[in-house]
């Protein structure tokens, strides 16, 4: 560079008094601090692609595991940790508008049979109710239908209690088997509008020099443990988009010194879910935007197909 180590040592002491590099401790030598990592981040970070590889990974990686909407979020956390090498998050929004598909009785003997809830995202809904006492199969399978015709295309949200009621006076005189029915099916409703938690890549701490404090490691795990935690913590930014914190900029305690890439997205209008990557402060910032960009088109396709 036509340099010499006089103007090295000066731009390193001016940048160590502008704030841009601190000494850890004593016997370390002079790394970037948040501030220089939040200058990259804001004004010289550029985006990346993936390499076909790379695309193909994940790619086949869906294509393996995809079974229903919970498998496609627990891919998404697993997927997104190997490819960014460190701790991934991914909170299932709330009311992800489940459509009711049908239901389906299978006998178990003369008085109990096991009920069937299948919604358009691939769930499946299994419980063992009443029924009455040698009710046939094509009994079964009659109620089924007219249940199913009633109830077929619309949101689980949207299956009201009145709507339920009318139901009841029309196809399914049986109280017990109703009961039953009714219980499952708003334990389904609620099942689906509470908001779930992902991870993967917890491991990847022990890989990071810098979680290499055995303390350090207990308190991040601690954390990541607690699952109100990981939500409340991705809530806080469920508004932003794009969103990156480091260091201090993260307001809760234990992650102060680490990074955090978050990204909310949405569907129709419709938040479905936000992933956020949690490592230290010099991971690999546009890696790791370029990864979840991908991660969130392949996810919108996955998703316009599961409603079409």
Same mark, same amino acid.
């Given at each position: @560079?036509?340099?010499?180590?006089?103007?090295?040592?000066?731009?390193?002491?001016?940048?160590?008094?502008?704030?841009? @590099?601190?000494?850890?401790?004593?016997?370390?030598?002079?790394?970037?601090?948040?501030?220089?990592?939040?200058?990259? /981040?804001?004004?010289?970070?550029?985006? #990346?692609?993936? %390499?076909?590889?790379?695309?193909? @990974?994940?790619?086949?990686?869906?294509? *393996?595991?995809?079974?229903?909407?919970?498998?496609?979020?627990?891919?998404?956390?697993?997927?997104?940790?190997? $490819? %960014?090498?460190?701790?991934?998050?991914?909170?299932?929004?709330?009311?992800?508008?489940?459509?009711?598909?049908?239901?389906?009785?299978?006998? !178990?003997?003369?008085?109990?049979?096991?009920?069937?809830? /299948?919604?358009? =995202?691939?769930?499946? =809904?299994?419980?063992?109710?009443?029924?009455?006492?040698?009710?046939?199969?094509?009994?079964?399978?009659?109620?089924?239908?007219?249940?199913?015709?009633? !109830?077929?295309?619309?949101?689980?949200?949207?299956?009201?209690?009145?709507?339920?009621?009318?139901?009841?006076?029309?196809?399914?005189?049986?109280? /017990?088997?109703?009961?039953?029915?009714?219980?499952?099916?708003? +334990?389904?409703?609620?099942?689906?509008?509470?908001?779930?938690?992902?991870?993967?890549? %917890?491991?990847?701490?022990?890989?990071?020099?810098?979680?290499?404090?055995?303390?350090?490691?207990?308190? !991040? @795990?601690?954390?990541?443990? *607690?699952?109100?935690? /990981? +939500?409340?913590?991705?809530?806080?930014?469920?508004?932003? #988009?794009?969103?990156? %914190?480091?260091?201090?900029?993260?307001?809760?305690?234990?992650?102060?010194?680490?990074?955090?890439?978050?990204?909310?997205?949405?569907?129709?209008?419709?938040?479905?879910?936000?992933?956020?990557?949690?490592?230290?402060?010099?991971?690999?910032?546009?890696?790791?935007?370029?990864? $979840?960009?991908?991660?969130?088109?392949?996810?919108?396709?996955?998703?316009?197909?599961?409603?079409?």
């Amino acid at each position: @560079l036509g340099i010499s180590p006089a103007t090295i040592r000066n731009e390193m002491s001016d940048l160590e008094l502008l704030g841009y @590099l601190e000494q850890p401790h004593t016997s370390a030598g002079r790394v970037p601090s948040a501030q220089a990592y939040r200058f990259y /981040v804001d004004s010289l970070i550029e985006p #990346g692609s993936l %390499t076909d590889n790379d695309m193909a @990974l994940i790619n086949s990686w869906y294509k *393996e595991r995809r079974r229903n909407i919970d498998d496609i979020f627990q891919s998404t956390a697993k997927i997104l940790s190997r $490819m %960014t090498q460190n701790v991934s998050m991914v909170l299932a929004n709330k009311d992800t508008g489940a459509v009711f598909r049908y239901i389906k009785f299978l006998p !178990l003997d003369s008085s109990h049979a096991i009920l069937c809830i /299948v919604t358009d =995202d691939g769930n499946v =809904d299994n419980c063992v109710v009443e029924i009455p006492l040698g009710m046939r199969p094509e009994e079964m399978d009659y109620l089924a239908g007219r249940i199913s015709s009633v !109830l077929e295309g619309k949101e689980l949200s949207e299956i009201s209690d009145e709507l339920l009621s009318a139901l009841h006076m029309d196809v399914a005189e049986d109280k /017990v088997l109703f009961t039953s029915f009714l219980q499952a099916i708003k +334990r389904m409703s609620r099942k689906q509008n509470e908001q779930r938690v992902f991870l993967g890549g %917890t491991k990847q701490l022990l890989n990071q020099p810098e979680f290499r404090d055995v303390e350090r490691v207990k308190s !991040l @795990l601690g954390i990541l443990e *607690e699952e109100k935690v /990981v +939500r409340d913590l991705l809530v806080a930014g469920e508004d932003s #988009g794009l969103k990156i %914190t480091i260091g201090t900029e993260n307001k809760f305690t234990g992650i102060q010194d680490c990074s955090m890439v978050q990204a909310t997205y949405r569907l129709n209008g419709k938040i479905v879910g936000t992933m956020a990557v949690l490592g230290p402060t010099r991971m690999e910032y546009g890696k790791v935007i370029t990864v $979840m960009d991908y991660l969130h088109k392949y996810l919108k396709t996955i998703f316009e197909q599961e409603k079409e």
